[in-house]
């Protein structure tokens, strides 16, 4: 079947495009109405009024200011914590501990890890209950302002701990290309003890992999909404927040200066990633030297405790949160300070189940779709490079990537004002193309490693047996790669539930999901129901994880090596 | 069964512009042409070329024949040559019925099909072998069902790549006998790849030192 061969092989030149042109078109549509060109609103004339109204907006640099600072200081954060964690406990027993911990937490949506850190540092929340009054002496809710705090350290905070999975994971995979075992091994032979030969002998080489997944999650952190909705200060918020706040104003102009807006925030994003990468500069100049220092020893007490305290107090922080949130469901009346709350009810779960069903079957539908959408475009790109026979190239690559280099609030904004002028639909459609073009890298990313390692010799076995390339594809290699697939699956579901922007713009606000009901919620008083609302949230994504993981296990029960792993 | 011999016909390999091999032979229906050589010399990417599997960065020129049919226009799914490696590869998520009907030329029905498979079964002393999964048998046995395998495909010429090297000393006897035997059976013109000469002095057949 030559057909599909040549169908194959269109398929990444189609994937490609599906990313470039939302991404191009969408920053197009925002850069005409900045100048004041959107005849739908009646803009008709080139001008730059739009960008004085921006300047002179109150407090728009301590908008800039907020973004730039918890977008590199969480990285910063996020990375030295990943860092320390890997060279305090790479190949140790506990590793396999962490891993197991921390996997997991990777799939929590941003906004219900979110909504849980609110809820347990809050005055009123678990952690000052559980140090009230015996402590601390407050017999009532302390009076500061925490999480929402001025300088954006709880958003800080909140973006760390959600970025230390996804960075430990994208570490994960890195780790046995650059062999880090071996070198570790040496170094350590060599009489340099674990930190220094960390440090020295595995992170030159672990860096320039890890690069990517580190921009992406500066873009996220200089640019995301929903936590910043959550944790951040809200006068001023950060740049990003305020620009969905004048694309939801009643007030029409105000689009003309959210699109200017979201150009300042490709700028301050791109200013941040300016910074980090003449950070990475200066410390390449200035650690060339202590590299080749020949100290074996030095500050590796301070290293391990730091990078064992790191550890444990993210791990322990995150499991508090969404225990913290489990409570709060099922609390009644809850007293402050009582650490637990006295009599346990079912009410708000209850409540809940009014309203929950347009959101929830929503967030299915749509996560099962989206997720269905980039699986198709992911196994055909991997299968066509098994018959171009050569991986995709490095600029294709990074097009994949790109949905996540590009701050969500540009492009998606462009997208929406396209839709007003060429009268498109905003809806179920929309938002699930959307949602697909952030699933994409990461079902890409999920599961290149395993596709393209699988032994040639089972497809060549194939086929000199008489089997057809569409035959080996559908009958030797899907199904030997059941698993695996199976998992990016569930990583693609569970992006997809975690979307909130997408979801908010393109289908208009009217479409809703349990992120933005969570998110909504979070910013009312009810904390009961916006738990109820996150731990949904939280718990589609855990459920199609526990598929992914489970199915294989039953349906290859009897196949010893499909278990194994021998497949892969 | 197959009557035609296969014809290698100035075959030569490069890597990167350095030349690896150049080969010329014929295989007689039923013959064992034997290649041996210190690894590294491209035996294998030899055997590779000819079943269609040439790998990033090694080229070929010259023409593989089957009688008077040039391989090399034919995609690999339809050169009907029989692979053997040195390991088994039985398809993990198949039972061992699904491996060898796998192997089957499409047609005929469900009933039919499984009869076959249990007569080949048969055939290789795995009575009843059918609905068990590949990854609980022994290798012999293993080695046995890759055979057959190979066989049901019903393959012009055999392409064998060190297919004994992984078997313990007893079996690997065993195996030559019964590998060697029905290639004489159903006259296949073979090549066969080895370190082993003990290999080469069963197949009875010529040695191309490389």
Redesign the interface.
């Given at each position: 079947m030559p057909y599909f061969v040549t169908g194959i092989r269109v398929v990444p030149v189609i994937t490609l495009a599906l990313l470039i042109l939302p991404v191009l078109l969408g920053l197009a549509g925002v850069v005409a109405p900045a100048f004041g060109w959107h005849p739908a609103l009646g803009g008709e004339a080139w001008t730059l009024v739009h960008w004085q109204a921006l300047g002179n907006t109150t407090g728009l640099d301590d908008m800039i200011r907020l973004s730039l600072f918890t977008g590199l200081a969480s990285a910063l954060a996020t990375f030295g914590i990943v860092a320390l964690c890997l060279a305090t406990f790479l190949e140790t027993r506990a590793f396999g501990t962490i891993r197991r911990l921390l996997s997991p937490l990777l799939a929590v949506p941003h906004a219900a890890a979110a909504i849980g850190l609110a809820f347990l540092l809050t005055p009123s929340g678990l952690a000052s209950r559980l140090v009230s009054p015996w402590l601390s002496g407050w017999s009532h809710p302390p009076d500061y302002l925490f999480p929402g705090d001025e300088a954006g350290l709880a958003l800080t905070l909140g973006l760390t701990l959600k970025e230390i999975p996804f960075l430990l994971l994208m570490s994960l995979a890195a780790l046995p290309q650059c062999r880090a075992g071996e070198r570790l091994m040496m170094a350590r032979s060599l009489g340099y003890g674990r930190i220094n030969g960390f440090l020295k002998g595995v992170m030159p080489a672990l860096y320039p992999l890890i690069r990517l997944p580190l921009y992406a999650i500066i873009v996220f952190a200089t640019a995301n909404i929903e936590v910043a909705m959550i944790l951040g200060p809200s006068t001023p918020p950060p740049l990003a927040v305020a620009v969905v706040r004048w694309l939801g104003d009643p007030d029409l102009t105000m689009r003309f200066q959210a699109a200017a807006g979201a150009l300042l925030q490709i700028g301050v994003t791109a200013g941040a990633l300016l910074i980090w990468w003449l950070g990475e500069r200066l410390v390449s100049r200035l650690g060339a030297g202590w590299l080749r220092d020949g100290h074996r020893r030095r500050g590796e007490r301070l290293g391990r405790g730091l990078g064992t305290l790191m550890t444990w107090l993210a791990i322990g922080v995150l499991v508090a949160a969404l225990a913290g949130l489990i409570l709060w469901s099922l609390a009644g009346y809850w007293p402050f300070p009582d650490a637990w709350p006295a009599p346990l009810t079912l009410h708000a779960w209850q409540q809940a189940t009014m309203g929950i069903g347009g959101p929830l079957s929503n967030t299915v539908t749509i996560g099962l779709a989206a997720t269905g959408i980039a699986l198709v475009l992911t196994l055909g790109c991997l299968e066509a490079e098994t018959h171009r026979r050569r991986p995709l190239s490095a600029g294709a690559q990074l097009i994949l990537y790109l949905p996540l280099l590009v701050p969500q609030v540009a492009f998606l904004q462009g997208l929406v004002q396209w839709q007003a002028q060429v009268g498109l639909n905003a809806g179920w459609p929309a938002v699930t193309l959307g949602h697909a073009l952030f699933v994409l890298p990461y079902t890409f990313l999920s599961l290149a490693e395993s596709y393209r390692r699988q032994d040639p010799r089972w497809r060549q076995v194939a086929a000199t047996l008489g089997a057809s390339p569409a035959s080996v594809f559908l009958r030797i290699r899907l199904p030997m790669l059941a698993a695996p697939i199976l998992v990016a699956g569930a990583v693609g579901f569970a992006v997809s539930i975690g979307q909130y922007l997408p979801t908010l713009l393109l289908g208009a606000g009217r479409l809703t999901t349990l992120t933005t009901e969570a998110v909504n919620l979070a910013s009312g008083g009810d904390r009961r129901l916006t738990a109820v609302y996150a731990l949904y949230q939280l718990a589609l994504p855990a459920l199609g994880f526990a598929l992914a993981t489970t199915l294989p296990r039953l349906w290859w029960r009897h196949r010893r090596q499909m278990l194994s792993g021998d497949a892969a | 069964m197959s009557t035609a011999s296969l014809r290698l016909d100035e075959i030569a390999i490069t890597h990167g512009g350095h030349p690896l091999i150049d080969v010329s032979a014929s295989v007689a229906p039923g013959e064992i042409l034997t290649l041996m050589g210190p690894s590294g010399v491209g035996k294998s990417t030899l055997l590779?070329h000819i079943?269609?599997?040439l790998p990033?960065g090694f080229r070929a020129s010259g023409r593989v024949l089957l009688g008077e049919t040039d391989l090399g226009l034919l995609?690999?799914?339809?050169?009907?040559?029989?692979?053997l490696?040195q390991?088994p590869?039985l398809?993990?998520?198949l039972?061992v019925g699904g491996n060898l009907a796998?192997?089957m030329?499409p047609g005929g029905s469900r009933r039919q099909r499984r009869d076959e498979v249990n007569m080949a079964l048969d055939d290789i002393g795995l009575a009843g072998f059918a609905e068990r999964?590949?990854?609980?048998l022994s290798g012999g046995q293993r080695a046995r069902v890759a055979l057959m395998?190979?066989l049901l495909?019903q393959?012009h010429a055999m392409l064998l790549d060190e297919p004994f090297s992984k078997l313990d000393t007893a079996l690997r006897d065993e195996m030559r006998r019964l590998v060697f035997e029905r290639i004489r059976r159903d006259g296949l013109p073979t090549l066969m790849v080895t370190h082993d000469r003990a290999d080469a002095e069963t197949a009875g057949g010529p040695i191309i030192e490389l």
């Open positions: - | 590779a079943a269609g599997f990033v995609p690999p799914e339809r050169r009907r040559l029989g692979l490696f390991d590869l398809f993990p998520h039972d796998f192997g030329p999964d590949p990854g609980t395998r190979v495909a393959p």
